[in-house]
C-alpha cells in the first residue's frame, strides 16, 4: 500500500532565502508523485508531477522537486522564497495499478517572512 | 475558463439537516470525486467517479451519497447532517480514472461546512 509522509508541519523562512519542504513516500510499485499548492481559501494547484521520466523535476513559480528512489525521498525546493509562496504544500502519491487514486500527505504550511 | 466550480463556498447546518454540495467541470474530463479536507489530515477521498454513469466508494463513505448527474457534474448528499462532519469540501476532476496514476486532479476552491 502506498503511504505519503511530511516530515514538517510548519516551515519557516526569510524572503529570498532557499526552501526545502520534506517528504517520503512508501510505494509497492513505481510511484507516480505530486506536489500542490493550496493558498488560503483556494483549491489545490498542482506545482509539478513525476512519472519516472526524469529525476529532477521542474515545476511553475520556480519550484523544483528531486525524486530519490534509494531514499524514498521527494522533497521540493526553491531557491529563493517569495511573500506569495506563503501557502500549505501537499506532496501525493499517485495509487499503483495504473489507477488514478491519490494518497495525500498531512501538509507542510510554509510561512515567508519579511 | 472555469474548470471546476463548486457551490455553496459557505454552510452552516444544523444536525440533522440534509444538504447536496454541487460540482460542475468545464474541461470535459470523464472521472471526478469528491473530498474532504480536515487540518493535519490532507484531503481523504469520499466517493469517486470513473465516468458517467458510475460511482465508488472511497476512504470515508459513511454519511454521503453522490449523484453523477451527467458528464460534466457530480453532486454530494449528506442525508442527516453531523457535527463530525464539518470540514471543507473539495470536488476534483481528472482526464480519466485508469492512467497510470500520472494524471493531475484539477480541484474547486471548496465548500466550507460547518455542522452545529
Known amino acids: 500500500a502506498q503511504s505519503v509522509t511530511q516530515l514538517d508541519s510548519h516551515v519557516s523562512v526569510s524572503e529570498g532565502t532557499p526552501v526545502l519542504l520534506r517528504c517520503n513516500y512508501s510505494?509497492?510499485?513505481?510511484?507516480?508523485l505530486f506536489w500542490y499548492v493550496q493558498h488560503p481559501n483556494k483549491g489545490l494547484q498542482l506545482l509539478l508531477k513525476?512519472?519516472?521520466?526524469?529525476?529532477l523535476v521542474k515545476g511553475i513559480n520556480g519550484f523544483e522537486a528531486e525524486f530519490k528512489k534509494s531514499e524514498t525521498s521527494f522533497h521540493l525546493t526553491k531557491p529563493s522564497a517569495h511573500m506569495s509562496d506563503a501557502a500549505e504544500y501537499f506532496c501525493?502519491?499517485?495509487?499503483?495499478?495504473?489507477?488514478?487514486?491519490?494518497?495525500f500527505g498531512a501538509g507542510t504550511r510554509l510561512a515567508v517572512h519579511p | 475558463n472555469a474548470g471546476v466550480t463548486q457551490t455553496p463556498k459557505f454552510q452552516v447546518l444544523k444536525t440533522g439537516q440534509s444538504m447536496t454540495l454541487q460540482c460542475a467541470q468545464d474541461?470535459?474530463?470523464?472521472?471526478m470525486y469528491w473530498y474532504r479536507q480536515d487540518p493535519g489530515m490532507g484531503l481523504r477521498l469520499i466517493y469517486y467517479?470513473?465516468?458517467?454513469?458510475?460511482?465508488d466508494k472511497g476512504e470515508v463513505p459513511n454519511g454521503y451519497n453522490v449523484s453523477r448527474l451527467n458528464k460534466r457534474e457530480f453532486s454530494l448528499r449528506l442525508e442527516s447532517a453531523a457535527p463530525s462532519q464539518t470540514s471543507v469540501y473539495f470536488c476534483?476532476?481528472?482526464?480519466?480514472?485508469?492512467?497510470?496514476?500520472?494524471?493531475?486532479?484539477?480541484f474547486g476552491d471548496g465548500t466550507r461546512l460547518s455542522i452545529l
Open positions: 476534483a476532476s481528472s482526464e480519466d480514472l485508469w492512467a497510470d496514476g500520472n494524471q493531475p486532479q484539477h
Open positions: 510505494s509497492s510499485y513505481s510511484p507516480s
Open positions: 513525476y512519472t519516472s521520466a526524469a529525476t
Open positions: 501525493v502519491v499517485s495509487s499503483s495499478g495504473g489507477y488514478n487514486k491519490l494518497i
Open positions: 474541461m470535459n474530463h470523464n472521472s
Open positions: 467517479s470513473a465516468s458517467e454513469g458510475t460511482t
